[in-house]
């Protein structure tokens, strides 16, 4: 079996590990996911013309298995949670996250996580206007001074994601308030969450832990 192509990165309690889905055929995914009956129903429901889906899916439970030793399930708000070998939750909690041609699991042993990737280029200025304030893009434009609208957008998805509260307003409720070197505060319902910024010369990714 070849080695997994992930960039694995370590900031403190958290984890991140990339997948290019490039590099890995969707066949070799499935069969290193090595999936549950139930899983395999899910996977099978895909629609023929949905491979960068599928391989999105499919990519978030090899990670699981072969990096963490575990299964992905979730809560009913939809927050992935790590499953034991033996059908227990585990302690440590993860995020999933995908875009075009990548897949990222985040785990952290600190608490409830989130993490959302993009790729560099993408322009995120139409989607921030609904979402963000001018004030908000300003404070993210000297960490990420090519593209702050995407990297307030991330941040935002990340910040949602760790708080696994479904229904909320991402211009009233989530707000970016300061930035300090390679980190975000965002405030979610006025409680401040620290969000770290990492990029690679392909992607845009921001995650961080209640």
Known sequence: ??????IDLHFGAN?????????????ELAARADLTADETEIYTSFL???EQRRKEWLAGRLLAREKLGGRIGYEPSGRPLLVTP???LSERHISISHTSGWAALLVSSSGPCGIDIELARRRAERVAARIASPEEIALAA?????NPALL??????????????????????????????RTLIIAVKAEP???????TEALLGVYGSL
């Open 48 to 50: 023929s013309s949905q």
């Open 152 to 181: 307030v957008w991330c941040a935002k998805e990340a910040a949602y994601k760790a708080l696994g509260s479904a229904g909320m307003d991402f211009r009233e409720q989530i707000r970016v308030r300061s930035a300090a070197a």
């Open 86 to 88: 033996d059908g227990t």
């Open 15 to 27: 984890r991140i590990y990339l997948l290019p889905l490039s590099e890995i055929p969707e066949a």
């Open 193 to 199: 969450i620290a969000l770290g910024i990492f990029s």
């Open 1 to 6: 079996m070849t080695t997994l192509p992930t």
């Open 142 to 146: 000297p960490l990420y001074p090519d």
